[in-house]
Every structure is written in structure tokens, then in C-alpha cells.
Nanobody, 113 residues
Framework: QVQLVESGGGLVQPGGSLRLSCAAS????????MSWYRQAPGKEREWVAS?????HYADSVKGRFTITRDNVKNTVYLQMNNLNSEDTAVYYC?????????WGQGTQVTVSS
């Protein structure tokens, strides 16, 4: 049974930082493309960043967010710096490989003073 469990969300002031984690189990983690997505209230879910060995970022987060992965701990991280109100959303991790596609349950990030 595959599980992706996100953690690390919370309330942070503008300009602050958070680090999200996504712990994976039940899959061969190193094979998977790991990504972060987010969904703000009233908006569609959008891609944020991916790590397949090389990293890629949405323009809106480039230079502020960093995705990393630990293939020993089966965990992917999202370091988020210089947060602003537009980063408020539920953040989800996603694991994809061939036809396998799994999502976590999400973690809430709220940026507010």
C-alpha cells in the first residue's frame, strides 16, 4: 500500500520560511518523479516543483523554493523562503512512475501577518 504523508505546514508571516516534508512508503522511491503541487482557495491545483534527479520550478516560486529528495529516507522536501500571501494553499506531494500516480493528503500553508 503506497502512502505519501506530508508534514511541515502551518501559519507563517510574510517573508518567513517553512520546510515541507513528504514521506513515502510502499514504493521504490528512487524510481519516482517526485513533485509538489498546491491548491489555493477557489483556484485549480497547480504544479510547483519537481525532482527527477534534476529539479524544475514554476516561475512563481523560482529562486524562493527548493525541492530536494533523500532516497535513503524516502522523503522529498520543499524549502520555502520569502513567503508571501500568494503562497497560501494546501500543498500536495505527488509520486509518478510509468502508469503509477500517487498523491498525498496535503498540508496547509497559510502566509499571514
Amino acid at each position: 500500500q503506497v502512502q505519501l504523508v506530508e508534514s511541515g505546514g502551518g501559519l507563517v508571516q510574510p517573508g518567513g520560511s517553512l520546510r515541507l516534508s513528504c514521506a513515502a512508503s510502499g514504493l521504490t522511491f528512487r524510481n519516482y518523479l517526485m513533485s509538489w503541487y498546491r491548491q489555493a482557495p477557489g483556484k485549480e491545483r497547480e504544479w510547483v516543483a519537481s525532482d527527477s534527479g534534476s529539479t524544475h520550478y514554476a516561475d512563481s516560486v523560482k529562486g524562493r523554493f527548493t525541492i530536494t529528495r533523500d532516497n535513503v529516507k524516502n522523503t522529498v522536501y520543499l524549502q520555502m523562503n520569502n513567503l508571501n500571501s500568494e503562497d497560501t494553499a494546501v500543498y500536495y506531494c505527488r509520486a509518478r512512475w510509468v502508469t503509477n500516480d500517487f498523491w498525498g493528503q496535503g498540508t496547509q500553508v497559510t502566509v499571514s501577518s
